[in-house]
């Protein structure tokens, strides 16, 4: 399961981020958590996050677009937990 956190708003990039996990793995589970975090508020983000991962079952992936440094040339950072995979701009 994917579970999609963003500052996308209501925009095409929530449906372009599904076409590529889509591209993927067409089999794929994907969760919108929410998209209407305020616009590269990580604290926001980070916020929702905190308290709500935990509802998602054990081996989700959560990929988390919030980025004040958006359109830089930085790589992913992905985090692996006990429970959980965590991917996020680096």
């Known amino acids: ?3 999609l956190l963003t500052d996308f708003g209501p925009s ?3 449906g372009v981020m599904k076409g ?3 591209s993927i793995d067409h089999r794929a589970q994907i969760v919108d958590l ?3 975090v305020s616009s590269q508020n990580i604290i926001e983000a980070s916020w929702i996050l905190r308290n709500n991962y935990k509802y998602f079952p054990e081996g989700s992936v959560f ?3 919030v980025d004040p440094g958006v359109g830089s040339e930085r790589k992913a950072l992905a985090v ?3 429970r959980y995979y965590f991917v996020a701009p680096g």
Do not use: R
């Open 20 to 22: 590529v996990i889509y």
């Open 12 to 14: 095409e990039y929530v």
């Open 63 to 65: 990929c988390c677009v």
């Open 34 to 36: 929410c998209h209407s």
């Open 1 to 3: 399961m994917v579970i």
């Open 80 to 82: 692996k937990t006990e």
